[in-house]
């Protein structure tokens, strides 16, 4: 098949490659600017990339019998390709987009102990966290993301007993409420705050 609709199959490998490979990239490239361009953790609308792919399988089927049948088998089997390729180049930029989202939130656990060593050293001092990040001196928490800040009986009730806690909205959806997470006595829990959690340095991350 591959000699006698090789046409056909190449056209359609060239127009899922373009679909699929333009998702792909943006796909990375908004995963990279989450976490190292300017403020942007939160990626509102991500899941929009997905539809291209979501709409090749939903086609494949259709393809299948269309390859099956004489007359419809030529536009079956590049529709089949493009589909096909659509498909593998979303999944590939989705995992490297995952893999660089994820390392971007390391490098964040590590630049954001000055903040936390700071918080420390207020406790340390005064007996108790800071009611505000503003009590503490400004240089701690340059380069970093507005984290929200949570202190007291509230803090203890929703993160498992600590004084204190961070938090970061870290959503990659319209319909996600992921959060990246600091709790000062270590005592993540393995679900909890919507999701499962995993560590990432000393914090952790919250997949909702």
């Known amino acids: 098949m591959s000699g006698a609709y090789g046409k056909e199959m190449r056209a359609g490998l060239l127009v899922g490659a373009a679909i699929g490979g333009l ?7 908004v995963h990279w600017a989450s976490v ?29 019998l269309a390859c099956a049948l004489r007359r419809t088998r030529r ?8 589909a096909m390729a659509t498909v593998v180049l ?3 930029g989705t995992v490297i987009g ?6 971007g939130f390391v490098a964040l656990a590590q630049r954001a102990r000055p903040l936390v060593e700071a918080i420390e050293d207020y406790e340390a ?16 928490r340059e380069g970093l993301p507005r984290f929200d800040y949570h202190v007291g009986s509230k803090a203890e009730e929703i993160f498992h007993g600590n004084p204190w806690a961070l938090s970061l909205d870290a959503g990659t959806g319209l319909l ?21 959690l995993e560590r990432m340095g000393d914090w952790a991350y919250v997949y909702e």
């Open 90 to 92: 979303i999944v590939i």
């Open 125 to 140: 001092a005064h007996g108790s966290p800071p009611e505000s990040l503003d009590m503490l001196p400004t240089q701690v």
């Open 23 to 29: 998702c792909a990239l943006l796909n990375v490239a």
């Open 36 to 64: 190292y361009g300017p403020q942007l953790w939160a990626i509102p609308g991500v899941e929009l990339l997905f539809l291209p792919a979501l709409l090749s399988l939903l086609l494949v089927p259709f393809c299948v």
């Open 75 to 82: 536009g079956g089997i590049a529709f089949f390709s493009a």
């Open 98 to 103: 995952d893999r660089t989202r994820e390392s």
């Open 176 to 196: 996600n409420w992921d959060q990246f997470i600091y709790y000062p006595l270590q005592n993540y829990p393995e679900r909890g705050h919507g999701g499962y």
